[in-house]
């Protein structure tokens, strides 16, 4: 079976951590779809989104392009699924097939980990914190920056960690 070797989503690339591109085949069609374990950053950014323009470059070499739908994917690690109808032009020779009535989907998640995807895309979160301290501290923490200041508790709570 062929494989994703790249998907280039709007004209951005990101990294894939695993990927399946399947045929499916339903009674009310069949749709070329590709899920995707992607990072937390890349999934927050596109998972709001419904259509899109997708290009699938294929491990053989060959490239799939299409407007395409999004939707992601519950599960324990972020996930994306692009879908779309099947382009008769497009040679799909090599894609898995699988039908509505099969139990097994390819299991993309296998081996990868949480931990896995956050060494290379970290997201960031906003917090916010109510502390009282002493005023000395407080007029101190005012005067500095924002982004000193995210360093600097990100630095404390990585030292504290360990």
Request: charged share 35%; glycine share 2%; hydrophobic share 35%.
């Given at each position: 079976m062929v494989g994703v070797k790249s998907v280039i989503i709007d004209g951005e690339t990101f990294y894939i951590f695993n990927s399946a591109i399947y045929i499916f085949e339903s009674s009310t069609g069949s749709t070329l779809e590709v899920d995707m374990i992607v990072s937390e950053v890349t999934l927050r950014k596109y998972k709001d989104r419904e259509s899109l323009i997708a290009e699938i470059e294929l491990e053989d070499g060959r490239v799939i392009s299409s407007f395409m739908f999004l939707k992601s994917l519950p599960g324990r690690l972020p996930r994306l699924n692009?879908?779309?109808?099947?382009?008769?032009?497009?040679?799909?020779?090599?894609?898995?097939?699988?039908?509505?009535?099969?139990?097994?989907?390819?299991?993309?998640?296998?081996?990868?980990?949480?931990?896995?995807?956050?060494?290379?895309?970290?997201?960031?979160?906003?917090?916010?914190?109510?502390?009282?301290?002493?005023?000395?501290?407080?007029?101190?923490?005012?005067?500095?920056?924002?982004?000193?200041?995210?360093?600097?508790?990100?630095?404390?709570?990585?030292?504290?960690?360990?």
């Open positions: 692009l879908f779309c109808e099947l382009d008769e032009s497009e040679n799909y020779e090599g894609v898995l097939r699988i039908s509505e009535n099969d139990l097994a989907f390819p299991d993309i998640e296998e081996g990868i980990t949480l931990e896995d995807i956050r060494k290379v895309e970290m997201p960031n979160e906003k917090i916010t914190l109510k502390l009282n301290l002493p005023i000395d501290q407080v007029e101190w923490l005012r005067e500095q920056k924002n982004r000193d200041l995210n360093l600097l508790f990100k630095e404390l709570l990585y030292k504290h960690f360990k």
